[in-house]
């Protein structure tokens, strides 16, 4: 009986040890893979557009960033590596995630800028270049009508749900950007950077087009008007004028300007961060 009785002691034991070890692992698995994924998640969502706007608190951006990764721990974790052996791979794994999600919320963020782009050739043109403000979406001072279609825009984009894309491509850049903890490329990263840039102007110039179009008009005309008529004061003539017919524009085109961009912000950003 005391044979059996110590047998079955340290059949107990062996089990409460298995299941010490599975738990033990099991938690600490969890948190590791919870770490990785808010830190590259964490760093995005402080970049990117409207989540990570400076009007929004930063705790309520960082409680976003704790339940959302908590809520993705279970669905990325097989993408994720082994837990490192080391202090310094698992320090060097954190910071390559970082890396990868500042880079990401910066690509974001820049496609945002087209809106500012064209806020500012149609201030220019209708002559609002002197009036500035502070511009909540860019974190900037800024031009009158550039506040008005970076907040429009990214307005839009928030009840557009486009944001639920933007979470999207962080989730597939997994697969574009794995973590191996292995550093971005500086180059890829930064050839991106400027063609994303290079994108960002054109879709702004194409919005302006029709203010620049006819306030090259504008200015045409009455400069032909001052030669024929010296005695005209043109510039009294032609800031009204010019002022009528952009704000007249701006109410035609704002609603395709402001589609335009969105159709734009989802094509290129799928292109340029999911694979």
């Not at 500012?116 to 149609?122: E, L, P, W």
């Not at 110039?205 to 620049?212: D, G, R, V």
Request: proline content about 4%.
């Amino acid at each position: 009986m005391d044979f059996r009785f110590r047998k079955g002691c340290w059949r107990g034991r062996g089990r409460g040890i298995h299941i010490q070890h599975f738990l033990q692992e099991l938690v600490v698995g969890n948190i590791f893979a919870f770490l990785l994924i808010f830190m590259r998640f964490g760093t995005a969502l402080m970049i990117m557009p409207g989540i990570g706007a400076t009007f929004v608190p930063a705790q309520i951006r960082l409680l976003f960033a704790l339940a959302l990764s908590f809520v993705l721990t279970p669905v990325l974790a097989p993408h994720l590596p082994t837990i490192p052996e080391n202090t310094s791979a698992f320090l060097a794994l954190l910071i390559s995630e970082a890396v990868i999600g500042f880079f990401i919320g910066t690509v974001m963020r820049i496609l945002v800028s087209a809106l500012d782009t064209a806020g500012t050739i149609v201030s220019i043109q209708a002559g609002f270049s002197n009036a500035t403000l502070f511009n909540p979406a860019a974190d900037a001072q800024g031009s009158i009508m550039s506040a008005v279609y970076s907040s429009l825009g990214v307005t839009i984009m928030l009840a557009a749900d486009l944001h639920h894309q933007m979470l999207a491509v962080v989730v597939d850049s997994y697969q574009l950007y794995p973590a191996n903890g292995v550093l971005l490329d500086m180059d890829t990263a930064s050839d991106t950077i400027g063609k994303i840039a290079a994108v960002a102007f054109k879709i702004g110039t194409q919005i302006a087009i029709p203010f620049l179009i006819v306030g090259t008009l504008v200015q045409m005309g009455f400069g032909v008007l001052g030669r024929l008529l010296p005695q005209v004061q043109v510039f009294f003539l032609a800031m009204p004028a010019q002022i009528f017919l952009s704000m007249l524009i701006l109410v035609l085109t704002l609603t395709a300007g402001i589609v335009y961009w969105l159709n734009g912000y989802e094509t290129i950003l799928s292109q340029a961060l999911v694979p």
